[in-house]
T-cell receptor
C-alpha cells in the first residue's frame, strides 16, 4: 500500500522568508500524481501545487515550487516570500491515477511570524 | 474549478440519533465519491468509496452499518451516521470524481459533527 510521510509536524517561518516542507512517499507504481494541499482554519482543502510523476520538470506556481526526486521518492514544497496568509496545515498527497483516492501525509502545521 | 457543495457545515446531535450529510457536485457528474474523515490535528483518512448506482466499498475498520452511503445520482451522495456516539465526532469531507478525466480533485467544504 502507498504511504506518505511528512517528518515535520510543525514549522515556523518569518514573514518574507523561505521555508521548505518535506515529504516522502512509498509506492511501487511508476506513474502517479503528487499534490500539496493547504488546509487553513476553515478546513477547506485548497490545492497548492501538483506534479505528474512522468514529468521531470519540477512544478511551480508563483511563490510555490516543488523539488521532485522520483528515485528518492521525495517531494518537498518550497514557499518563497512567505506571507501571513500562508499559515495553515499543509498536506502532501499521493494519487495513483485520476480515479483513485488520495493518500495523505500526516500534515505539517506552518506558522508565519510577522 | 468545479463546485462541490457539502452540507451541513456543522451539526450537533445527541447520542443515539442519526445525521445525514449531503455532498453535491454542482457542475459535473460524479461517477465516484470518496468520503474522508479527519479527527482533530490528524490527517484525512479514507472511509469509503462509492460509485453511482453501486454499493459503497468501506475501508478496514469502518462499519458499513454505521456509516450508510447512498450514491443514487451522479450529482448527489449522502453519508448517514447512524446511532451516533461521541467517538463519531469528527470532520467529514467528501471528494467527488467525474468521468471527464484530468488530474484535478475537488473537495466539499466539510462537515464538523459533534455528538453530545
Amino acid at each position: 500500500a502507498q504511504t506518505v510521510t511528512q517528518s515535520q509536524p510543525e514549522m515556523s517561518v518569518q514573514e518574507a522568508e523561505t521555508v521548505t516542507l518535506s515529504c516522502t512517499y512509498d509506492t511501487s507504481e511508476s506513474d502517479y500524481y503528487l499534490f500539496w494541499y493547504k488546509q487553513p482554519p476553515s478546513r477547506q482543502m485548497i490545492l497548492v501545487i501538483r506534479q505528474e510523476a512522468y514529468k521531470q520538470q519540477n512544478a511551480t506556481e508563483n511563490r510555490f515550487s516543488v523539488n521532485f526526486q522520483k528515485a528518492a521518492k521525495s517531494f518537498s514544497l518550497k514557499i518563497s516570500d512567505s506571507q501571513l496568509g500562508d499559515a495553515a496545515t499543509y498536506f502532501c498527497a499521493y494519487r495513483a491515477n485520476y480515479g483513485q483516492n488520495f493518500v495523505f501525509g500526516p500534515g505539517t502545521r506552518l506558522s508565519v511570524l510577522p | 474549478g468545479a463546485v462541490v457543495s457539502q452540507h451541513p457545515s456543522w451539526v450537533i446531535c445527541k447520542s443515539g440519533t442519526s445525521v445525514k450529510i449531503e455532498c453535491r457536485s454542482l457542475d459535473f457528474q460524479a461517477t465516484t465519491m470518496f468520503w474522508y474523515r479527519q479527527f482533530p490535528k490528524q490527517s484525512l483518512m479514507l472511509m469509503a468509496t462509492s460509485n453511482e448506482g453501486s454499493k459503497a466499498t468501506y475501508e478496514q475498520g469502518v462499519e458499513k452499518d454505521k456509516f450508510l452511503i447512498n450514491h443514487a445520482s451522479l450529482t448527489l451522495s449522502t453519508l448517514t451516521v447512524t446511532s451516533a456516539h461521541p467517538e463519531d465526532s469528527s470532520f467529514y469531507i467528501c471528494s467527488p470524481v467525474g468521468s471527464a478525466g484530468g488530474t484535478e480533485a475537488f473537495f466539499g467544504q466539510g462537515t464538523r459533527l459533534t455528538v453530545v
